[in-house]
């Protein structure tokens, strides 16, 4: 027994001290797991029954999982998801430990120290406990997973789709690194063609069924927004106020009314420049100004110009023009962020998907033990085993720009 148990240990010990790490940030924000917040509460309440949308997936595996989900189940029920998002973490980061080059290992988890204490990759996830951005974030791991097997990156055009159904923003958040990867994939596979064609039907499916999600379904919906009220309301047992913005997200997302108007429009009908003058126009009335920008400038910027670095020095070192592509997308992935924080306002969101893109990147490169990503890394050790002072005041100025986000 006692042999049993430490050949258990020693095979899964780098994903249990990973578990640990990511679950130091959920600890810091146990206070929010203690009750979600009510405002997401019509999230777990959505189903399909009231129309094909976006938003609506999660609803309706909470209703073939209950058929009153109380806020106290809700909240069990999101505690159970971010777990479990977690443990996939930390067993796709400890298969990258075990399949990176032996010289790379400690680079690996530096990276990953780096991954989980920053301010914007998966601490977000407890610090909006509750929010879809969990489920959009499993979906692509599992999609990455998935994409490096000939027989199982058949089904990534089903997650992705699962993905848009969980929250139509994912074409521009979390569906970036899967299409990343799958790119890098269908660059060093020999026979491409199994691979381009997964692309290309995961392209068109995520793009068709976002532009469906965006355009059309609001006009298509098998029930008015009233209805689907009062069939929430069943569900949860009690009347759905909206006293404090408690429950917001019902006038926000999905059912809008005719009478319903902000700023003196229809959301639902505005123009993309009516759209981007009441963006403007929220950030101004919100007092989201200059110092708001600065500040999420510092913050992210830094982090942003480093993973540049390495794109680029990955550009130079590699050999393959194709190979080349697929670094310079890996720069260009970055303007996903700008774009979602114009389609919506949840600016640290928007930014965490982003440099957890590039994270997952720089990781599914350490476990193919991709050449020119190697070269860079090396070129990197020798630069912080020189100055490994520097590297230290990087990490803690890095680690820092969580206060500093949460001051301002």
Avoid at 213 to 233: Q, R, S
Avoid at 308 to 326: G, P, Q
Wanted: hydrophobic share 50%; aromatic share 16%.
């Amino acid at each position: 027994m006692a042999e049993k148990l430490k050949s258990f240990v020693v095979r899964w010990k780098y994903e249990a001290v990973i578990f640990l790490m990511t679950m130091i940030p959920v600890l810091f924000n146990y206070g929010k797991l203690a009750e979600i917040h009510r405002m997401y509460v019509p999230y777990y309440l959505f189903d399909f029954s009231m129309g094909i949308n976006s938003r609506v997936l999660v609803g309706s595996l909470v209703k073939l999982l209950t058929s009153h989900p109380t806020e106290e189940w809700i909240t069990g029920f999101a505690t159970v998801i971010l777990i479990f998002g977690m443990l996939l973490t930390a067993f796709a980061l400890g298969g990258v430990v075990k399949n990176s080059k032996s010289e790379n290992k400690f680079a690996v988890f530096v990276f990953i120290v780096f991954f989980v204490s920053g301010a914007y990759t998966i601490s977000l996830f407890s610090r909006f406990f509750g929010m879809l951005d969990i489920h959009m974030y499993i979906l692509a791991l599992i999609s990455v997973v998935f994409a490096q097997n000939k027989y199982l990156r058949w089904l990534v055009p089903v997650l992705c789709v699962s993905g848009v159904l969980v929250n139509y923003v994912f074409i521009m958040s979390y569906f970036p690194f899967v299409l990343l990867a799958m790119l890098y994939y269908a660059d060093k596979s020999e026979k491409k063609l199994g691979d381009i064609t997964v692309i290309v039907i995961t392209l068109i499916s995520v793009l068709a069924l976002t532009l469906y999600c965006v355009f059309v379904a609001k006009d298509h919906m098998f029930m008015t927004f009233e209805e689907a009220l009062k069939i929430m309301e069943e569900k949860i047992g009690h009347t759905l106020t909206d006293e404090q913005n408690e429950y917001a997200s019902l006038y926000l997302f999905g059912f809008h009314t005719e009478s319903e108007e902000i700023y003196g429009v229809k959301i639902a009908d505005a123009s993309p420049i009516e759209y981007l003058y009441y963006f403007i126009r929220f950030l101004y009335e919100n007092r989201i100004g200059m110092s708001g920008i600065i500040t999420l400038s510092i913050i992210t910027v830094p982090v942003v110009a480093a993973f540049w670095t390495i794109w680029i020095m990955c550009i130079k070192n590699a050999e393959k023009k194709s190979r080349k592509f697929v670094y310079l997308c890996c720069i260009l992935s970055v303007i996903c962020i700008p774009v979602c924080c114009i389609l919506s306002t949840d600016f640290i969101r928007w930014i965490g998907s982003g440099v957890i893109c590039q994270f997952g990147m720089c990781f599914l490169l350490f476990y193919t033990k991709d050449v020119a990503f190697d070269k860079t890394i090396e070129k990197l050790r020798k630069l912080f085993s020189e100055n490994k002072i520097i590297l230290i005041i990087i990490f803690f100025v890095y680690i820092s720009s969580a206060y500093l986000e949460l001051a301002t």
